[in-house]
């Protein structure tokens, strides 16, 4: 179910602009995020065996206050379509995470938090969360026994996860503001693939709902390599679609699957979080600039995507090197590309928005244009120079729909 918002022109064209630049895949493009992965903390006091946190690899430390976040929605507020606030830490850890939660609330995007609830969750929390009516939270339950939820959530009391969440879930029902979503989420294992009745029927009396995930990334297990879709194959979208930056916004990961803080991109005194992303330093951290993998033949750029999926110790990231557009060993690239589907279906939408014409329609004129901007599918660049043309804007701080004239011109005299 999509969270309910009207938004502006300017979220409108942004939503085509990213579209644009990730097939165009320049260095430095100047679209806004579309996506926030942005932690409250980096700490977490479970031990899950596929996690960085949990295993001791991650050597990122910091946690997050609520100006951290004002910082974020001052620059990118009216862009964003979701603001994420987990990745490996355990959110309600950060002292400030109801201050945090109180200040996104009535922001227009939709906010995701993922917690293993398995800490006594205080009062103001509790408060924060059940009124907060753009909220998805998901609530992290591996068993119906202590023994079976423990064997994953190392270090969890299923007792205390159920009684936070009995507790959310009488503030929701007293809440005039309800969140949009709260749902207990049941990664299902070969051995506790059975429970899931059982853990189900624990969210319906709770009052809950329930979402059951089949294939989790498990360590030491490879993923399979079947149904990958061709659109798959045009090279990671998270450079362009979304920003990952460290609680304190010192730094910018490149994806939501690095935690090593040699592999990060410093965001240097000055510069803005737009402007860090923005530049092509960030993509020279971990791609080449000249976009080889998508002059491949798609065959092969599916092939080299399936090869880099999860492998030796899970979700373990260790390259230091980039090859064809893509990391050297990622083994986040196929498992995270479903964010591929949303950018396309929301460019869909907006421009057909823009241009008051029927999906369908809107659809065939976007992908003509797409079409021609693919290497290897077009050597026509003129199309490609206009484009880059209207698409380069100054930082977003300083950005008024008037720079979006000629974007905006361009896509109304598509046919």
Known sequence: MAFPTSRSTKYQLNRVHTLLEMILRRPSPTNVPLYCMHEPTTGCNLKCPACPTGVGVANVRETADAEDYEVVCREFGNY??????????????AKSFAAI?????????????????????KDDVIDALATMPNLELRI?????????????????????????ARRLSQAIKASSTPPHRVFIGFLAFSYNSSE???????????GLGFQRYDDPLVAGEPM????????????CSWLYSTICPTPKLTRLAPCCGVWDAEMLSPRLEGRSLHEAFMHEQRFRDRRTTDSEFARLPVETRVGHLRENMMRDEGMGLHQKESKVDACVGCTMGNAYQNKLTNLVNGGVQSFAGLTS?????????LFAVLSQLVPGLSTDLTLRRQLEDVLDMPPVGSRTIKHYEKFGSFLAGLH
Do not use: C
């Not at 009745?197 to 319906?204: H, I, L, R, S």
């Open 224 to 235: 399979p390599t079947g149904g990958l879709n061709v659109q798959e194959a045009f090279g």
């Open 101 to 121: 939660a109180r200040r996104l609330r009535d922001e227009p995007f939709l906010v995701k938090v993922s917690s293993n609830f398995s800490l006594p969750i």
């Open 357 to 365: 014409v029927d999906e369908a329609i809107a659809r065939g004129r």
């Open 80 to 93: 964003l379509d979701i603001y994420y606030l987990f990745n490996w830490g355990e959110p309600t850890m």
């Open 140 to 164: 992290s339950i591996d068993g119906a026994t202590q023994e079976s939820h423990q064997k994953y959530r190392v270090n969890s009391k299923l007792a205390t996860v159920l009684d936070n």
């Open 196 to 206: 899931a009745v059982a853990v189900e029927k624990m969210a319906t009396d709770i």
